[in-house]
C-alpha cells in the first residue's frame, strides 16, 4: 500500500507563489509517474504537471512557464512549485502516483489565491 500526503498549500495574493510537495510513503519499489492535478468549484479535475519517471516534464498551456513540477533524488517526493498566481489557479490540488502500474492519490490541499 502506498499513501501519498500532500503539503505547502495555503492562501496567497494574486502574483504570489507557493510550493506544494507530495510525499509517498509505503511498501513499493520504486515510484513511476508523478502528477498534480487541481479541481475548483464545480469544474472538473485537471491535469497541471507531469513528472515523468525517466525525467521529462510536460505542462498544460495554463500553467506553462508558471509552474514547475520536480522530483527529490530519491524519486519519492514531488514538488509543484507555483509562481505568478492568479486567482483562476485557486483550487484543491492533487497529487497522483504511478506505483507499479496501479494509481495512488493523495487528500488534496487547498490553494486559495486572493487579495
Known amino acids: 500500500q502506498v499513501q501519498l500526503v500532500e503539503s505547502g498549500g495555503g492562501l496567497v495574493q494574486p502574483g504570489g507563489s507557493l510550493k506544494l510537495s507530495c510525499t509517498a510513503s509505503?511498501?513499493?519499489?520504486?515510484?513511476?509517474?508523478m502528477y498534480w492535478y487541481r479541481q475548483a468549484p464545480g469544474k472538473r479535475r485537471e491535469l497541471v504537471a507531469i513528472?515523468?519517471?525517466?525525467?521529462?516534464?510536460s505542462y498544460p498551456d495554463s500553467v506553462r512557464g508558471r509552474f514547475t513540477i520536480s522530483r527529490d533524488n530519491a524519486k519519492t517526493t514531488a514538488f509543484l512549485q507555483m509562481n505568478s498566481l492568479r486567482p483562476e489557479d485557486t483550487a484543491v490540488y492533487y497529487c497522483?502516483?504511478?506505483?507499479?502500474?496501479?494509481?495512488?492519490w493523495g487528500q488534496g490541499i487547498q490553494v486559495t489565491v486572493s487579495s
Open positions: 497522483r502516483a504511478d506505483v507499479s502500474g496501479r494509481d495512488y
Open positions: 509505503g511498501s513499493f519499489l520504486e515510484i513511476g509517474h
Open positions: 513528472t515523468f519517471s525517466s525525467g521529462g516534464t
